[in-house]
């Protein structure tokens, strides 16, 4: 079994910035795909970046592309977010799974409970 816990959320205005971190424990050797995902009341949970242990890939959704910025490893995990705007207010969530990364929430396996975000125009 594999542990998350996200902090790090919070209020901005818009253009700020905000530094996400999401903290791993139990099993995180076994491990190969990890994500950031967000979602807001009414919709589904959407990817906003993933990595790929084993291969080292990074993808990120283009609406973020160029503002948010992944970093860390399996144990400690990190989301920049930089020129923040409204429609990136939601609640963010770490995962991870013992698979190669995928885009799709369905397939990830271990989630945190979330945090937060909130920017105002």
């Known amino acids: 079994q594999v542990q998350l816990v996200e902090s790090g959320g919070g209020a901005v205005q818009a253009g700020g910035s905000l530094r996400l971190s999401c903290a791993a424990s139990g099993r995180t050797s076994s491990i190969y795909g990890s994500g950031w995902f967000r979602q807001v009341p009414g919709k589904g949970r959407e990817f906003v970046v993933t990595?790929?242990?084993?291969?080292?890939s990074t993808v990120y959704a283009n609406s973020v592309k160029g503002r948010f910025t992944f970093s860390g490893g399996r144990n400690s995990m990190y989301l920049q977010m930089n020129s923040l705007q409204p429609e990136d207010s939601a609640v963010y969530y770490c995962?991870?799974?013992?698979?190669?990364?995928?885009?799709?929430?369905?397939?990830?396996?271990?989630w945190g409970q979330g945090t937060q975000v909130t920017v105002s125009s």
């Open positions: 990595i790929d242990w084993r291969s080292g």
């Open positions: 995962a991870a799974r013992p698979y190669a990364a995928t885009t799709q929430p369905a397939d990830y396996n271990y």
